[in-house]
């Protein structure tokens, strides 16, 4: 997806008009109207504002990545992650890895249940 698309569609769906984004942005609706339609494209900085209020990652806007983050705990772990040594990291994840399949198939378990 483009960033005219993705800025749309999470306009939308946060319920919040074009001038209330550009004011926490600090353009204006008629600008990010631009944006939107894809007639023009915002600079980094300000593309960055916008995930900021939007509460996503820059990557997600542009469409670098499908996964939206919205919990910026979990994004300061996965900074976290990419700042220590490989053995460590690979450690941490197959623990993480183990709780997520012990997760996944209590959940199934319960799915079934029902």
């Known amino acids: 997806m483009d960033l005219a698309t993705t800025l749309t569609q999470l306009r939308k769906k946060t319920g919040i008009s074009r001038e209330e984004l550009a004011a926490s942005v ?63 990291r690979n450690t941490i994840l197959r623990v993480v890895d183990s709780f997520l399949k012990e997760a996944q198939h209590n959940s199934t378990s319960k799915k079934l249940k029902a």
Not at 31 to 57: D, H, K, N
């Open 26 to 88: 600090g353009t204006s609706g008629a600008i990010i109207g631009r944006y939107e339609r894809g007639e023009i494209t915002p600079s980094v900085e300000v593309a960055a504002r916008i995930a900021e209020a939007l509460e996503v990652s820059l990557d997600y806007l542009v469409g670098n990545t499908s996964v939206m983050i919205k919990d910026k705990k979990m994004l300061y772990r996965l900074e976290l992650l990419e700042k220590i040594t490989e053995e460590d």
